[in-house]
């Protein structure tokens, strides 16, 4: 991502619909983990899920290739190291829970991320990814924000599971809000990562929220999330 984008994200991302939800169900999940321990924040970007994270007693270390990534998160008091997650600065076997959401579309050589994970973590611990999904839905919104990719279930799986992780679940996110993604994205010229008037982001707020308790999960959406296992 370029500096204007990685500032438009820092600016927007406590208050806008699409964060809050995915950070929602991050928490969800890390209270899936009865113990907390030592998590790894891959592609951390401001902070936001590092939060999460630390809110829950995690021991959290970030990680951000982007050196102003990297600055503003360390100014928001995030334990963060500029790195290339190709490269993890992790000791093998070392990490109860590595989170990489939405990053591994940023990465040409996106194998080898996905083994770095597997690599931090140790036996029994838990990788929780996010990765945009469907080609049919690529825009100039991807190519602003520098995505390689984007994925599908096959591939996502392929990827995992050639790092040598058990996949514990797969589903689809952002169920609801796919045709009207697909549909604005359509007419975007940038990343649409704007500030949404607080009308319409609470409108928004309140469709997303409805997937929680919907059985959209295995219908096509905007995005995929996973969980997996280092056995």
Known sequence: MDVAEIRQLANVEDRHWWYKERRALLDRELRRIAIPGRGLDIGSAAGGNTA???ARGWQTLAVDYSALA???AHTRGVNVIRAD???LPV???TCDLVIAMDVLEHVEEDGLAAAEIARALRPGGTAFITVPCDMALWSAHDEAVGHVRRYTRATLAGLVKGAGLTIDRMWSWNVLMRPIVRAQRRHLAGSGLDDVPSALNALL???IVMERWLPARSL????LMLRATRP
């Open 85 to 87: 997650m190709r490269q």
């Open 91 to 93: 000791k093998s076997g």
């Open 220 to 223: 096509p959406g905007v995005s």
């Open 205 to 207: 707020t309140s469709i």
């Open 70 to 72: 990297a600055q503003i």
């Open 52 to 54: 999460v994270l630390r």
